[in-house]
T-cell receptor, first 115, second 115 residues
Framework: AQTVTQSQPEMSVQEAETVTLSCTYD???????LFWYKQPPSRQMILVIR??????QNATENRFSVNFQKAAKSFSLKISDSQLGDTAMYFC????????????FGKGTKLSVIP | DAGVIQSPRHEVTEMGQEVTLRCKPI?????LFWYRQTMMRGLELLIY????????DSGMPEDRFSAKMPNASFSTLKIQPSEPRDSAVYFC?????????????FGSGTRLTVV
């Protein structure tokens, strides 16, 4: 079975500081996308950033960036200049099953931004 | 586009009752997924459809669970009879055609409580 591991159940960061959330995955797909989702207290699942495995350049979306290490199957999320609105659960997701149509999610990291 | 629409947002029911959760995917999306989220097990894929056809229902926990997609704009997840251990947040998600590079768009979820 495909697995996604987020080793940090909870983290906290001071407002305006930088924090990195870890994720490792296991997929048998050759070309695939990886995703980070944010779930605030409203429970809405929001796509934060995605990374194509064939691209060597790490994806960046404003204050969010990834550190993608394909050989190590590692996909960490870096949040710069943390804001109070970043407080949420963060889930890493990788493809599972043939054709990458399904996503397997990690158990999540609860991030608290402290004023 | 209004996004993925789920109803109801909250459902409280008594053990043994039938529960029906509803989902309207984004127009043009050809994949639809049902996930269940609990504290203990995280996000679990229950079933997914492609072009209204169920492709993989191996995540459906028991015969008490059933899902249908009678047309491209509507899907239901039914639990009959419901049990307290079915209490969870149920998410519907849809995905655009192609290789999945845009990830899923999630609905806002239905919080089910079985008492």
């Amino acid at each position: 079975a495909q697995t996604v591991t987020q080793s940090q159940p909870e983290m906290s960061v001071q407002e305006a500081e930088t924090v990195t959330l870890s994720c490792t995955y296991d997929t048998s797909e050759s070309n695939y996308y990886l995703f980070w989702y944010k779930q605030p207290p409203s429970r809405q699942m929001i796509l934060v950033i995605r990374q194509e495995a064939y691209k060597q350049q790490n994806a960046t979306e404003n204050r969010f960036s990834v550190n993608f290490q394909k050989a190590a199957k590692s996909f960490s999320l870096k949040i710069s200049d943390s804001q109070l609105g970043d407080t949420a659960m963060y889930f890493c997701a990788s493809p599972s099953g043939a054709g990458s149509y399904q996503l397997t999610f990690g158990k999540g990291t609860k991030l608290s931004v402290i004023p | 586009d209004a996004g993925v629409i789920q109803s109801p947002r909250h459902e409280v029911t008594e053990m043994g009752q039938e529960v029906t959760l509803r989902c309207k995917p984004i127009s043009g999306h050809d994949y639809l997924f049902w996930y269940r989220q609990t504290m203990m097990r995280g996000l679990e894929l229950l079933i997914y459809f492609n072009n209204n056809v169920p492709i993989d229902d191996s995540g459906m926990p028991e015969d008490r669970f059933s899902a249908k997609m009678p047309n491209a704009s509507f899907s239901t997840l039914k639990i009959q009879p419901s049990e307290p251990r079915d209490s969870a947040v149920y998410f519907c998600a849809s995905r655009s055609p192609g290789t999945g590079n845009y990830g899923y768009t999630f609905g806002s979820g239905t919080r089910l409580t079985v008492v």
